[in-house]
């Protein structure tokens, strides 16, 4: 198990102009695989991989990536006998000019991925901050009703005070005046009561 395996290695999917092959270089390095990846005409990445077939399971699980802009659809294995060519894992570049295409490729992936994780995050904001403006107009249109029954029940409160003020007050004055004639009656009472001594 622990013998020198070659893995040849065919990945399909969105694997060109994201940057993947430089996601199989450092899973590979991690792992101390030697090989290379390769771009190949037909939009696969080729992949030659040298090591311990316990390892290349490993890596083969690794880079079976599901991660936009990177989207690893199938992976085909075909083991064969090492060459033990390799000292390193490298990338095999095509021409300059397609490199060149590729990397900008891949910038724009990923540009379009932030941007459309972006509008994604302000769609997000814009529908709590909606939400969240929902619930204040409820939560003062709750309080708004209930300081209107307060302010009701406070009115009636203050009327029936009132009212209560108003008869109080005229039974007041009809005590102090019923008193008032009863101290008055009581003087006059007195002074019968002296004048007819003398």
């Known amino acids: ?24 270089k450092r899973a590979a390095m991690k792992l101390r695989i ?15 991989a040298e090591a311990p077939r316990n390892t290349i399971q490993k890596f083969i699980e690794t880079i079976r990536i599901n991660e936009p802009p990177i989207t690893v659809e199938h992976i085909e294995t075909k083991y064969t006998k090492p060459t033990g060519e390799f000292k390193f894992f ?30 994604q995050g302000f769609q997000s904001l814009k529908d709590e901050a909606k939400a969240m403006r929902i619930d204040i107009n409820k939560n003062f249109a709750a309080m708004s009703t209930k300081y ?34 009863l101290v008055q009656a009581f003087i006059e009472d007195a002074r019968r009561r002296r004048q007819n001594k003398d």
């Open 90 to 119: 490298t990338i095999k570049y095509g021409e300059l000019a397609e490199e060149m295409a590729e990397g900008f490729g891949t910038g724009q992936s990923y540009i379009n991925l932030s941007r459309a994780e972006n509008k």
């Open 148 to 181: 209107d029954a307060i302010s009701r029940n406070l009115s009636g409160a203050v009327k029936a005070i009132q009212n209560e003020s108003v008869q109080t007050r005229a039974e007041l004055i009809r005590a102090v005046d019923n008193l008032s004639k």
């Open 34 to 48: 030697q090989g290379y990846a390769q771009n190949m005409p037909e939009g696969t990445v080729k992949i030659i």
């Open 1 to 24: 198990m622990n013998q020198l395996q070659r893995a040849e290695i065919t990945v399909h999917g969105d694997v060109q102009a994201v940057g993947y092959r430089y996601a199989v």
